[in-house]
């Protein structure tokens, strides 16, 4: 019987332990509220950030055709840029559609984004630019002939001086709705 309750404690503390080393390396895990959701403080500095006015700016990667990610994704986002019109925030954030496969029509682009809302703006990066983008911002993103594998993160950026700070990277989708919405109204 003693050796029942040794082991039974010991598995009790594992698991204690393992679930305090979960909730101090993912603290999203651990608080729901901001779940889905990391912060992440850079500078940054893109080509199509240049002629960018709106004081804050939602970007989302993609590529042209995607329908198993970038297609739910952009739905869900372009659902809560309605949402944003609706409020009454100072500052509505642009949205920005950034192509992953570079070279592509800017034109094409635009159609794509647009077919989700459009007031989407839209960037279709040299292979240069995208290289940079995904550098600075870490992405998860694998080239797979025309295609790419990719992430629905989505990234809200405040301006800051003449350039833009990312602030937050939005990591799932169907994306936290209230919380991008608190962000962007604390944000103001």
């Known amino acids: 019987m003693k050796q029942r309750v040794k082991t039974f404690f010991g598995i009790f503390l594992i698991l204690a332990a393992f679930g305090i080393i979960l909730s101090l390396a993912f603290p999203a895990l651990s608080d729901p509220k901001h779940a889905g959701r990391s912060e992440d403080r850079r500078s940054v500095d893109f080509p199509f950030l240049k002629g960018e006015t709106s004081e804050l700016v939602l970007v989302y990667f993609g590529y042209v055709g995607c329908t198993r990610v970038c297609t739910p994704a ?88 003449v350039n833009y700070e990312l602030v937050y990277i939005y990591t799932s989708s169907p994306y936290n709705r209230s919380l991008i919405l608190e962000d962007i109204g604390v944000l103001q």
Not at 77 to 96: G, N
Not at 111 to 135: C, G, I, N, Q
């Open 74 to 161: 952009l739905n869900d986002l372009a659902d809560i840029y309605e949402v944003i019109q609706t409020k009454e925030f100072k500052h509505i954030p642009s949205v920005w559609f950034v192509n992953m496969t570079p070279e592509m029509d800017p034109s094409s682009v635009q159609s794509w984004a647009a077919h989700f809302d459009k007031r989407f703006k839209s960037y279709a990066p040299t292979e240069r630019e995208l290289s940079d983008m995904v550098h600075t911002l870490n992405l998860v993103y694998t080239k797979m002939g025309i295609e790419a594998e990719h992430m629905p993160y989505t990234y809200l950026l405040r301006k800051k001086g």
